[in-house]
C-alpha cells in the first residue's frame, strides 16, 4: 500500500502484532474489572464459573469467562446489563429485531467516540476520504446502520448526505445532483437503488458514485458482480451487529479478501457453535466478540450466532489486525427442511452462478400433504423474461441443478417477471415460512 493511503487510514490498523496484543490485554483487563463490578448478570456469571477479574492474565484467559448470548439482552430489557449510570448514558439504539423483540443498545460519549473512529478507519480503507460525498441509505432511527455510518463519515470529514431509507427515486436524483462518490446501505437496498435508476432513464454506471460500503445481511460473490458491474462501483462488505456496537466491527480492504476486524477494539474468536470450544484461525464456526472499549453496555464473550472463520495471514494491505471470511450464515436463519439444515445464502450462491437470473428471489416454505416444501421464486432479468418457453425451461433446470448441488436436495423453481417481488428497504427478506407448525 503506498504511504499516502496508509497515512490518510489509522496507525492502529498497521501496528506490531506484540503492541497490539499488549494493547488487547490491557484493554480486556479492565473491560472485565469494569463489567464485574457494575454489572450483577456478568458478576453471577463469573462468581458462578469461580472466575474473577484478576484470573485473566494472558488474552487465552479470556477462554475462562463466561459466554453471553442474546436472550442475556432479552432477559434483562432493557438496561439491565447497563454498566453506568444512566447519567453517563447518551444515545440508545435497539437491533433490528429481525429475530423477535428488539435489544436495547446504551453508549457513553467515549463509546460513540471508538464507534465513529472504526467506521472512519473503515470508509478510510475503501478508499473514502474528507473529499467525498457520501450518501447513507441505511435506516436511520433506532437501527445502528443509519447513524452508526452517519459519525463515521463526519469523523472523516465527508459530506454527508443523511438520505434515509426509502423514497428510492429521491435517492437516486439525490445521487446523481450531488455527485455523490460513496453510498452505504444494505447490498439489496442497493440492487434496487439500480432498478429504480433505470427505470427513469438513469445509468447508475453513468453517475459518480464509485464506492459502495454494503453490510446488515449477508451476501454473495455473485450478488457483489451484480453491484459492481450494474453501478461502476467498487463494493466493499461491512460488519457488524447493534450487541458489540453497529457497523464498523468489521469491514474489508481493497484487496476484498475477507473483512479486517477492528481488533483493538472488538477481540475476536470462534467456537464450535456446538460445543462452546474455541476453534483454532482458519476453522469455521461461531463468530464471538468480546467489546474492549466499550463502557456502557460491555459484552464480553458474546456468541454472534454468525458463522465465519477467522484469517490469520497477514493481509497484502499490510494491515496487522486479522480478518474474518464473509459472513456465509447467520444461524438464525438457518431451516431444516426435510432433515437438512439450509441456509439462505447458500441458495443465492448457487443460484447467481446462473446467467440470465437477477438476486432478486424468495424462498417459500410450504407444508404439502403433511410433506415440507420448498419453493424458489426467482426474478428473471428482463433479457430473458422475453425469452421463448423453451429457454426458459432450459434456466429453470439450470437453477435446480445449481442449487441441488449446493444443498443436496431438489427443489422447485418458479421464474416470475421482473419488479415481482417485493423489495426491501433494510434487511432483505430472503424467506416465506408458512408451513403448518
Ligand atoms: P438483528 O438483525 O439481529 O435484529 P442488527 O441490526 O444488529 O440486529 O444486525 C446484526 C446482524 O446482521 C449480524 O449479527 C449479522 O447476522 C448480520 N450482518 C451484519 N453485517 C453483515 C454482513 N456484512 N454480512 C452478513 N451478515 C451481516
Ligand atoms: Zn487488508
Same mark, same amino acid.
Do not use: N, Q, Y
Given at each position: 500500500m503506498d504511504s499516502a493511503v496508509k497515512n490518510q487510514c489509522c496507525a492502529a490498523d498497521f501496528m506490531p502484532v506484540e503492541t497490539l496484543r499488549d494493547i488487547q490485554l490491557t484493554r480486556l483487563q479492565k473491560i472485565v474489572r469494569h463489567a464485574y463490578d457494575n454489572v450483577e448478570f456478568f458478576r453471577k456469571r463469573m462468581d458462578d464459573m469461580q472466575v474473577k477479574p484478576d484470573d485473566v492474565k494472558t488474552l487465552t484467559d479470556i477462554q475462562k469467562l463466561p459466554f453471553s448470548k442474546k436472550v442475556d439482552l432479552r432477559d434483562t430489557y432493557?438496561?439491565?446489563?447497563?454498566?453506568?449510570?444512566?447519567?453517563?448514558?447518551v444515545r440508545l439504539h435497539a437491533s433490528s429485531g429481525t429475530t423477535g423483540k428488539p435489544i436495547v443498545v446504551a453508549y457513553t460519549k467515549e463509546d460513540l467516540d471508538v464507534w465513529a473512529e472504526v467506521m472512519k478507519r473503515g470508509l478510510a480503507g475503501a478508499? /473514502?476520504?474528507?473529499n467525498d460525498i457520501i450518501q447513507i441509505a441505511y435506516g436511520y432511527? /433506532?437501527?445502528?446502520g443509519g447513524l452508526g455510518a452517519h459519525c463515521g463519515c463526519e469523523a472523516l470529514g465527508a459530506t454527508v448526505v443523511p438520505a434515509s431509507v426509502g423514497n428510492t427515486q429521491r435517492q437516486v436524483m439525490l445521487m446523481r445532483d450531488f455527485g455523490v462518490n460513496g453510498i452505504c446501505c444494505t447490498p439489496s437496498y442497493f440492487l434496487h437503488l439500480i432498478e429504480q435508476a433505470a427505470l427513469s432513464g438513469? $445509468?447508475?454506471?453513468? /453517475?459518480?458514485?464509485?464506492v459502495g460500503i454494503f453490510g446488515a445481511e449477508p451476501w454473495s460473490q455473485g450478488m457483489r458482480e451484480q453491484l459492481e458491474k450494474g453501478a461502476g462501483i467498487e463494493a466493499f462488505d461491512i460488519y457488524g451487529l447493534s450487541e458489540i456496537?453497529?457497523?464498523?466491527?468489521a469491514i474489508e480492504c481493497t484487496e476484498h479478501s475477507g473483512m479486517h476486524v477492528f481488533e483493538d477494539h472488538f477481540y475476536p474468536e470462534i467456537i464450535d457453535p456446538d460445543t462452546g470450544e474455541v476453534l483454532p484461525d482458519g476453522e469455521m464456526g461461531e463468530l464471538v466478540l468480546t467489546t474492549l472499549s466499550k463502557y456502557a453496555m460491555p459484552m464480553i464473550r458474546y456468541r454472534t450466532r454468525d458463522l465465519t472463520r477467522i484469517i490469520a495471514e497477514p493481509c497484502k494491505c499490510g494491515r496487522t489486525i486479522r480478518r474474518i471470511d464473509?459472513?456465509?450464515?447467520?444461524?438464525? $436463519?438457518m431451516f431444516i427442511i426435510r432433515g437438512v439444515n439450509v441456509f439462505p445464502s447458500q441458495i443465492e450462491s448457487a443460484l447467481l452462478t446462473v446467467p440470465g437470473v437477477s438476486a432478486n428471489y424468495l424462498i417459500i416454505l410450504t407444508t404439502e400433504n403433511g410433506m415440507d416444501n420448498i419453493e424458489l421464486n426467482v426474478e428473471m432479468s428482463p433479457e430473458v423474461f422475453s425469452d421463448q418457453v423453451k429457454e426458459l425451461e432450459n434456466l429453470q433446470r439450470k437453477i435446480v441443478r445449481a442449487v441441488e448441488s449446493v444443498i443436496g436436495l431438489r427443489i422447485r423453481i418458479k421464474l416470475v417477471a421482473p419488479q415481482t417481488i417485493a423489495r426491501s428497504e433494510g434487511k432483505a427478506k430472503r424467506v416465506l415460512d408458512q408451513r403448518q407448525k
Open positions: 432493557p438496561f439491565g446489563l447497563c454498566a453506568v449510570p444512566m447519567s453517563e448514558v478508499g /473514502l476520504s474528507k432511527g /433506532l437501527f445502528t438513469i $445509468d447508475m454506471r453513468e /453517475l459518480p458514485v464509485r456496537i453497529g457497523p464498523g466491527v464473509r459472513i456465509s450464515a447467520r444461524s438464525d $436463519d
